[in-house]
């Protein structure tokens, strides 16, 4: 799927209401005694207002353009085709703000400069962005609100959050305060200020459209906050604040089939942009505590399938040998509902609980194992970077024998153990559910199935328990996951 270029058109802006804040206001307060342009109880306005000028005058000194010179291989294929700028798949429509390309890089080796945002969150010189926009830059220039050029380097980045510290020298500066972070409901009135295609500083307008965005990126650790103040390419790491200068959000993505903004966009919000930028000054990098299991939320026609009621949590799919979670005596299929007796809501509920802690604390779970609550008390260990996570190992074999059809499947036993899927009824709740030929089934239930029997067994004490469906523990390309099937077929008009 080929997308058309976002650079070469100005439809995406001009649906846009941009407010830009005047020269003057913005010298004027540029000049001003150094401070945080948000101080902890200051009031700008109440209900709806009028203008936001003042809002954008009062926060525009601390916001700045990032101007990048990356390594000429790694930026022209984003300039040639806008859609690797989606991080997620070209047929994605979420997109991260790539930056905008300002020079086309040659083929000779000629580099290639782009642009984003960024602001000040403290008098010294340290700058908020998106780990996107420095990521593999040769040279970062900023820009100033007074339009000074200053020399930048990368404190530290989180590529799980999106998050990166840059920092300049001299000062003070005029910065954003995150102890004073705005806590924004929907529907609340927003202002996002940044540097979109390249234009310098530029203030939007919108609402709080919802807040708790998941799945929006693989974080497991960011529910975004979901805005219609217009944010494009070129806003990515710039600040999004409440009618009372307090910062509520970094921008970083939007949902867009074009690449232009539509009013669909999404910002970090405050509270983890705080925790996440104070360890980056820190220690230039980010540990989050690590159990060594991987997990999927339990949702209801799963808890169903394994014969649980009114049961939230996390179920363990697959453990890391040898990790915490392996050491503690868990496994396969246990429910992890609690951590240290703070209540688990889902799986990515159960990540940002345990990356929480620090390597060498200790951690206690409470399991559902045999519909029966078990504690189990483990060392955290330190989360590996998310690339490491993502290298999960390799394909399972192939079986050339087959066997009769069960659940909608064609299965054969795998010579590494489980039933090999060969085959997957079109019509079947299998196909429904996204099973695949050349998945294994590990499980059924709690039961491992080495055979056609062992599932056909499994399925019978499903039956018998008066459950519709049952839970299956297949393997893909080294990932384990759980998927309930239907007992029976479903009426299909």
């Given at each position: 799927m080929t997308r058309k270029n976002?650079?070469?058109?100005?439809?995406?802006?001009?649906?846009?209401a941009m407010l830009l804040a005047g020269a003057a206001g913005y010298i004027a307060h540029a000049q001003g005694p150094a401070g945080p342009v948000n101080p902890p109880g200051r009031q700008l306005s109440q209900g709806s207002p009028g203008s936001f000028a003042d809002i954008v005058a009062k926060v525009a000194p601390a916001v700045v353009s990032i101007n990048v010179t990356e390594k000429s291989q790694l930026a022209p294929a984003a300039m040639s085709d806008p859609s690797q700028a989606w991080p997620f798949g070209k047929d994605s429509p979420f997109g991260f703000q790539f930056m905008i390309p300002q020079t086309p890089g040659g083929q000779g080796g000629?580099?290639?400069?782009?642009?984003?945002?960024?602001?000040?969150?403290?008098?010294?010189?340290?700058?908020?962005?998106?780990?996107?926009?420095?990521?593999?830059a040769q040279k970062i220039s900023v820009v100033t609100n007074d339009n000074r050029t200053l020399?930048?380097?990368?404190?530290?980045?989180?590529?799980?959050?999106?998050?990166?510290?840059?920092?300049?020298?001299?000062?003070?500066?005029?910065?954003?305060?995150?102890?004073?972070?705005?806590?924004?409901?929907?529907?609340?009135?927003?202002?996002?200020?940044g540097n979109p295609f390249g234009l310098g500083g530029t203030a939007t307008a919108g609402i709080v459209s919802a807040l708790g965005r998941a799945n929006v990126s693989g974080s497991s650790y960011v529910d975004y906050m979901q805005i219609d103040a217009p944010i494009n390419h070129g806003n990515s790491g710039g600040p999004t604040f409440d009618v009372d200068g307090r910062v509520v959000g970094v921008n970083t993505a939007i949902f867009s089939p074009s690449g232009g903004s539509v009013g669909i966009g999404?910002?970090?919000?405050?509270d983890v942009a705080a925790q996440v930028t104070q360890q980056l000054i820190a220690n230039g990098q980010v540990t989050r505590g690590y159990i060594g299991a991987t997990i999927q939320s339990v949702s209801p026609e799963l808890a169903e399938s394994l014969g649980l009621h009114n049961v939230k949590g996390a179920l363990v799919d697959q453990l890391t040998p040898g990790g915490p979670a392996d050491r503690a005596g868990?496994?396969?299929?246990?429910?992890?509902?609690?951590?240290?007796?703070?209540?688990?809501?889902?799986?990515?509920d159960l990540t940002r609980k345990v990356a929480l802690t620090h390597p060498g604390d200790a951690?206690?779970?409470?399991?559902?194992?045999?519909?029966?609550?078990?504690?189990?008390?483990?060392?955290?260990?330190?989360?590996?970077?998310?690339?490491?996570?993502?290298?999960?190992?390799?394909?399972?074999?192939?079986?050339?024998?087959?066997?009769?059809?069960l659940l909608g499947l064609q299965l054969a036993p795998d010579p590494?153990?489980?039933?090999?899927?060969q085959g997957v009824s079109p019509n079947s709740d299998a196909a429904d559910k996204g099973v695949q030929q050349g998945d294994v089934i590990l499980r059924a239930g709690l039961r491992r199935v080495e055979s056609s029997a062992d599932l056909s067994a499994a399925v019978t004490a499903a039956e018998a328990a008066g459950r519709t469906s049952v839970p299956l523990l297949v393997a893909r390309a080294g990932q384990r996951f759980y998927v309930p099937l239907a007992l029976k077929p479903a009426a299909r008009g």
């Open positions: 976002p650079f070469v058109s100005g439809a995406a802006i001009g649906a846009s000629q580099p290639v400069k782009a642009s984003g945002s960024g602001f000040f969150i403290s008098p010294d010189g340290y700058i908020v962005t998106n780990n996107h926009v420095v990521q593999g020399t930048a380097h990368v404190v530290g980045a989180d590529p799980a959050t999106d998050l990166a510290v840059i920092k300049v020298d001299g000062g003070p500066f005029r910065y954003v305060s995150f102890e004073d972070r705005g806590q924004p409901r929907v529907g609340d009135w927003v202002v996002a200020v999404f910002d970090i919000p405050a868990l496994r396969s299929g246990d429910v992890i509902t609690s951590v240290d007796g703070d209540v688990v809501a889902s799986s990515s951690v206690r779970l409470t399991v559902l194992r045999d519909d029966a609550p078990r504690e189990f008390t483990l060392t955290s260990g330190r989360r590996p970077s998310e690339q490491a996570l993502a290298q999960n190992g390799q394909d399972g074999g192939q079986s050339p024998d087959g066997a009769p059809s590494d153990g489980g039933l090999l899927v």
